[in-house]
């Protein structure tokens, strides 16, 4: 079992930054990928961001260049730094963890809503 903690959200004004962490904890595991996604209110949780162990990352076309994922392997935490920020990325932000530990599994956490204001 893997348990993933969100920090981070809140309320910020349009161009504005706010950084998000996401804290992995468990008993051995390892983990293969952390993504960053997004639901706002009325629309499909979307993929933000993601980072793999091999440290390689993707990001959706709408972040690109205004969102950086990173992490500190030391402690299991990926974080997701946003810039520039904008009204319609209002959302409430998942993390999701895909881990191996006795099998492959992938793993949510409870989420954190970022609200970003005109």
């Known amino acids: 079992q893997v348990q993933l903690a969100e920090s981070g959200g809140g309320l910020v004004q349009a161009g504005g930054s706010l950084g998000l962490s996401c804290a992995a904890s468990g008993r051995s595991f390892r983990i293969n990928a952390i993504g960053w996604h997004r639901q706002a209110p009325g629309k499909e949780r979307e993929l933000v961001a993601v980072?793999?162990?091999?440290?390689?990352?993707n990001y959706a076309d709408s972040v690109n260049g205004r969102f950086t994922i990173f992490r500190n392997n030391a402690k299991n935490t990926v974080y997701l730094q946003m810039n520039s920020l904008k009204p319609e990325e209002t959302a409430v932000y998942y993390c999701?963890?895909?881990?191996?530990?006795?099998?492959?599994?992938?793993?949510w956490g409870q989420g954190t809503k970022v609200t970003v204001s005109s």
């Open positions: 999701n963890a895909d881990v191996t530990g006795t099998g492959r599994m992938k793993y």
């Open positions: 980072i793999r162990s091999s440290g390689s990352t």
